[in-house]
């Protein structure tokens, strides 16, 4: 299948719900991965997080058949992430989340780094919008990896970001202490 075709037909199967996914997951990882990252800056948002959960799915399959290649996904997410990438990174960090979510041994290897994104002396990402796309790749990971995040540091970084001139970046920030189990307050 010619890869423009590919795209198209990844966008429209990602709008027919279980049945256009297994149509996706149907092919090899490899295959469907790229059209899949394309699909993060589609216009319409239902789409684009239908692709997060796609790709967390896809990139746990390809994990199980060949680790390394999952894990040049996730430094491919690292490098669309920096500065010298000359890119935003829309939705790139949910999608790096949500592979987490999926797999445990990746989480293992990038949790730490996932929340580098939002410590000042880490990876720190300025733009206000995508500590917004961070702060809900948290929200995704914390139901599986509460004690992690925790143990990690991410409430004391989640209190400075507070203090954010962002109004969205304060509220995901909140919330997610909250669901941390950590007053907001204290």
Known sequence: MQTTSLKNKVIEWLTQGEEGISKILSLPPRQVINPLIGALLH????IQQQAVSVIGRVVKELAEQDLEGARIIMRRFMWMLNEESGGI???????????MVQNPLLAREYLTIFLSYLWEEGNYL?????????????LRLIPRYKEDLIRAGAP??????LSSPDEKVRE????????????PEG
């Open 43 to 46: 216009p319409d948002e239902s």
């Open 89 to 99: 990174g829309w939705g790139v960090p949910q999608a790096m989340a949500e592979v």
């Open 126 to 138: 300025e733009f206000s919008p995508i500590q917004y796309e961070v702060l809900k790749g948290l």
């Open 156 to 161: 004391d970084h989640l209190k400075k970001l």
């Open 172 to 183: 995901l920030a909140s919330l997610a202490l909250k669901r941390l189990g950590i007053s």
